[in-house]
């Protein structure tokens, strides 16, 4: 089956540590996101990436890193630098361009830290 | 600035009867489309349906309608025949304008802070 895979589910570190999140796709898509959601409150694109090898900051893009050196692979990793990480984060892609393309999700990692 | 709300945090339905969902959006952009996403307790984000900006007919998908009035800027969701698997949070999201880096428009999607439904029995 096609899907988005998000690993792990669940994460916890420590306040400091570097943590990157995985986000795999097999639907062939050209685009891929990343969202942030906090409790009470709607997705935040934080990066998002058209084709390989090229991605564009989103709305709150300050302590967090990608790459996207293969079509089905975006990982995030969220720095130290990012002064609140703890939160649920969910990747998406989307076939490319066009305004009728729905975004398709992965499951989420919550991510804690302490 | 592009922006999408949803003014209920929470709504009530019994079973099978039907519910309507608000949202409204601000932009000055002529092309845009708008999306209703279903987030069940698992977290993971369901597409439920499409309305482009120059659709002259609402979207409806199902038991999923989507009432949309162009002129007061607004893109409600309409439930039918509620159902126990129907409760969640409800997204609405605008596609925003503007031209990606390669050319063509730009995926980025504006989300509201939802409306958490609950289907009583």
Known sequence: DGGITQSPKYLFRKEGQNVTLSCEQNLNHDAMYWYRQDPGQGLRLIYYSQIVNDFQKGDIAEGYSVSREKKESFPLTVTSAQKNPTAFYLCASSEGEGYSTEQYFGPGTRLTVT | ?121
């Open chain 2, 1 to 121: 600035a592009q922006k999408i709300t949803q003014t209920q945090p929470g709504m009530f339905v019994q079973e099978k009867e039907a519910v309507t969902l608000d949202c409204t959006y601000d932009t000055s952009d002529p092309s845009y489309g708008l999306f209703w996403y279903k987030q069940p307790s698992s977290g993971e984000m369901i597409f439920l349906i499409y309305q482009g900006s120059y659709d002259q007919q609402n979207a409806t998908e199902g038991r999923y309608s989507l009432n949309f009035q162009k002129a007061r800027k607004s893109a409600n969701l309409v439930i039918s025949a509620s159902q126990l698997g129907d409760s969640a949070m409800y997204f609405c999201a605008m596609r925003e304008g503007g031209t990606a880096p390669y050319g063509g428009a730009t995926n980025k999607l504006i989300f509201g802070t939802g409306t958490l439904l609950a289907v009583q029995p």
